[in-house]
């Protein structure tokens, strides 16, 4: 019984078909020229370039083989450590900035990592960063107001940048309001140093009440406040509890930035008592007008 054709062709590109074998392929050939010469390019087809050496030359080749397999193993291992640099890198700036943000119309309470506290108004933010291993620096940066209670640390000190100002604590409780053109410390217990590029020397405030203000131009003011209503909007609320219409002047130009005029001098000395929402300030200037039957401007 003959074989297939398809059995043979193998076996006459490879040189070892029998007589037999090799004439049946030519008479196949003959009646089948293009179906034999795309058979003869599959077969003979070379899809990997092939080079033959002696048995002398195959130390070498097998050396320069190996020579090159090393080098090769040396970039994949130089590509592992870039690649796993690029990969911590990437952890690591990722879980370096914290933020905060306040969108609510409630005071935010947030626990720092060394335990220290703060207390958010809203449209604050807070920004601190932490190293790979998770430790924290104490040092963060606020925009807006905030209310510290700062973890007694002597080793660490507690840092706080405001804009142009920095503050440094050991452990106190204060509150620091970074408004658009200026920014407002004001100290409720314990002590802190205020420098910044716009005054010429370090502020200490170590007296509850103790307040400073600087501009951009300098410091605007530094004295000692009714540390109670300065620190009332935490409760959403003003409390008045006998203020003078001064006090509460000074509070809504220091803490709000405005600039509220009363022309009778008169009714700065008067005595002021219930409460007022913290949040609208031109609420307690109307309320103000209308408790002292004057015109109050504000600028």
Known sequence: MSQPIENIL???FAGEATQHEQEMVNHWHEENPELFVSYSKTFRADFFETKSFSKKELPFAVR???FQKSILLKIAAVFAGLMLVSALLYFYTQSLDIHYLNTTSMVQHIILPDGSEVFLDKHA?????????????????VSGRAFFHVFRDPSHPFTVQAGILNVKVLGTRFTVNRMAVK????????KVLIRSTKISHAVILQNPGDQIIIRNNGCEKENNIKASLYASWMNKK??????????????????YNLK??????KFLSKKLFGSAPSDDPEL???ALSQILHTEIHTK
Do not use: W
């Open 125 to 141: 933010a807070l920004q601190y960063k932490k190293d790979f291993f998770g430790n924290f620096n104490r040092k963060v940066i």
């Open 260 to 265: 509220i005029s009363i022309h009778n001098r």
């Open 10 to 12: 193998p076996k006459y």
């Open 183 to 190: 920014t407002q410390v004001v100290l409720a217990h314990g």
């Open 238 to 255: 003003i409390y008045f509890n006998k203020c003078t219409v001064k006090e509460v002047v000074d509070m809504l130009n220091d803490s």
């Open 284 to 286: 307690i200037v109307e």
């Open 64 to 66: 320069e083989r190996t």
